[in-house]
């Protein structure tokens, strides 16, 4: 089993903004590859849908946490399915770091988001993780920029730019 984690917020009103390009991107992913339809399970805390592939299952996992408390879901979810740490990868966005700029690490540390703290008070530091830029406009409050909503452009930029990088780094690394 394989399970991609996007991190997000819930609710429609973090529809869209920045701090939720992963959600945008499983459901994008979810569609393409034709995964069943989002279904929520509270014993997870989370939005799930599920797809097959060569006869090995994939999940998509949407924590509906907040992202600073994503730990809890994934590892009610991992313990439930009993899902190693290597059959799995986070993707998050920073803020700091270049246009368009997609990195991935078989491990780390926090660099000060709350929201990987999270996964590793529950996993330790050893998790794969896809990180993209959100790009910071320092004329506005951090967390104005984060959960303010894209600009079209953004959301073009991240569709040709972005996720056929992460697409292919997840390809290669689960």
Not at 55 to 66: D, E, M, N, V
Request: aromatic share 20%.
């Amino acid at each position: 089993m394989k399970l991609i984690i996007g991190l997000g917020n819930p609710w429609t009103r973090y529809k869209n903004t920045r701090h939720n390009a992963w959600f945008i991107f499983l459901d994008k992913l979810r569609e393409e590859h034709n995964f069943e339809p989002w279904k929520f399970e509270s014993k997870f805390k989370a939005e799930i849908s599920e797809w097959r592939y060569n006869w090995k299952k994939t999940f998509l996992l949407k924590p509906q946490t907040f992202m600073n408390l994503s730990g809890e879901s994934i590892q009610k979810f991992c313990n439930f399915y009993k899902i190693q740490e290597e059959d799995w990868i986070v993707v998050y966005d920073d803020k700091d770091m270049d246009f368009a700029k997609v990195r991935f690490r078989d491990k780390g540390s926090t660099w000060w988001h709350n929201w990987i703290k999270s996964i590793i008070q529950y996993f330790w530091q050893e998790f794969k993780r896809i990180k993209i830029w959100i790009w910071y406009d320092s004329n506005y409050e951090v967390s104005d920029w984060v959960l303010g909503k894209f600009i079209e452009q953004e959301l073009i930029d991240l569709d040709n730019e972005v996720y056929e990088n992460v697409g292919r780094l997840l390809e290669e690394n689960l």
